[in-house]
């Protein structure tokens, strides 16, 4: 499906942020990609949506293939009609249009009858459809989310970016977007899941990278990143200082740390 090789970009030709990433995504697969802030998570969805134009930002070496077809340069209208559908950081719906017109919006592309997948989402989210009529800026944080994601699958993707869906909400909504996801995977669309939350993201994962300093510095399937020391002390925050076993499962809350990370040795 996809497949990111030696990607490096640099911006306004003089920061390199990414330097040398490699990913890759199956037919179907969900894959999470974890790092701290700055990592250059962000970086690689723009170059993957074809938006680094935006921010000053180039492709100088490597290549983005989706089944075979070269992302690199493309713009990203045509990279939307490939398959390529992004769920944005902070949800960024049309606060001012009706829940209705949100959905509607995110499908503009297809030319069809879009009723059937709308009688589906609004069966899967009945808040949804009690509020179609409403504006979207008066959903609470999940549902706006829960609006997004399924904005995003009225296009059909065959890759779908979420980036970020559990920022900012609580444990029960943040359990939601998980069902969600889920429920996404059974239709056979390939995820890639870039999360702070650690343990969400590979508990919904097959596998795993872990981004540091514009460098993929870890990687391997869920199960054996989640029992590898390293990757539990800096990413899950167990076996902290003193080998006190913290509670967060959120790496960004983590601030004393045991080792020194062994990829920076």
Same mark, same amino acid.
């Given at each position: 499906?996809?497949r990111?090789a030696?990607?490096?970009?640099v911006?306004?030709r003089?920061?390199?942020?990414?330097?040398?990433?490699?990913i #890759?995504?199956g037919d179907g697969?969900?894959v999470a990609?974890?790092?701290?802030?700055?990592? !250059?998570?962000?970086?690689?969805?723009?170059?993957?949506?074809?938006?680094?134009?935006i921010?000053?930002g180039?492709?100088? =070496? !490597?290549?983005?293939t989706?089944a %075979?077809? $070269?992302?690199?340069?493309?713009?990203? #209208?045509r990279?939307? /009609?490939q +398959?390529?559908?992004?769920v944005?950081e902070? *949800?960024?719906?049309f606060? %001012?249009?009706?829940?209705?017109? $949100?959905?509607?919006?995110?499908?503009?592309?297809?030319?069809? %009858?879009?009723? =059937?997948?709308? @009688?589906?989402?609004?069966?899967?989210?009945p808040? &949804?459809?009690?509020?179609?009529?409403?504006?979207a800026?008066y959903l609470s944080?999940g549902?706006?989310q829960?609006l997004?994601?399924?904005?995003?699958?009225l296009?059909?993707? =065959?890759l779908? &970016?979420? %980036?970020?869906?559990?920022?900012?909400?609580?444990?029960?909504?943040? *359990?939601?977007? !998980? /069902? &969600?996801?889920?429920?996404?995977?059974k239709r +056979?669309i390939s995820?890639l899941?870039?999360?702070?939350n @650690? @343990?969400?993201?590979?508990?919904l994962?097959s596998r795993?990278?872990?981004? #540091?300093s514009?460098?993929?510095?870890?990687?391997g399937d869920?199960?054996?990143?989640?029992?590898?020391?390293?990757?539990?002390e800096?990413?899950l925050g167990? +076996? !902290?200082?003193?080998g006190?076993q913290?509670?967060?499962?959120n790496?960004r809350d983590?601030?004393?740390?045991r080792?020194?990370r062994r990829?920076l040795?």
């Open positions: 499906m996809l990111i030696n990607l490096e970009v911006y306004n003089v920061a390199r942020v990414l330097n040398g990433v490699s #890759e995504v697969e969900t990609l974890l790092g701290p802030n700055g990592a !250059g998570k962000s970086t690689l969805l723009r170059a993957l949506t074809g938006l680094l134009s921010h000053d180039d492709i100088t =070496k !490597g290549s983005i989706l %075979d077809t $070269n992302l690199v340069g493309m713009p990203p #209208e990279i939307v /009609k +398959g390529v559908v992004q944005m902070g *949800r960024r719906i606060i %001012d249009l009706s829940v209705e017109d $949100n959905l509607l919006a995110g499908a503009y592309s297809q030319r069809r %009858d879009l009723s =059937k997948e709308l @009688a589906t989402i609004y069966a899967q989210f808040r &949804l459809q009690e509020r179609r009529k409403q504006l800026g944080g549902e706006q829960m997004a994601i399924s904005r995003a699958l296009t059909q993707p =065959k779908l &970016l979420l %980036d970020e869906p559990s920022l900012g909400l609580s444990p029960v909504m943040t *359990r939601e977007v !998980g /069902k &969600l996801i889920r429920q996404i995977q +056979g995820i899941l870039v999360e702070q @650690a @343990a969400m993201a590979l508990n994962a795993g990278y872990v981004l #540091e514009g460098k993929i510095v870890l990687d869920s199960q054996s990143l989640l029992e590898d020391p390293d990757f539990k800096f990413y167990q +076996g !902290g200082r003193d006190e913290s509670t967060s499962t790496f983590v601030k004393h740390y080792r020194k990829w040795s």
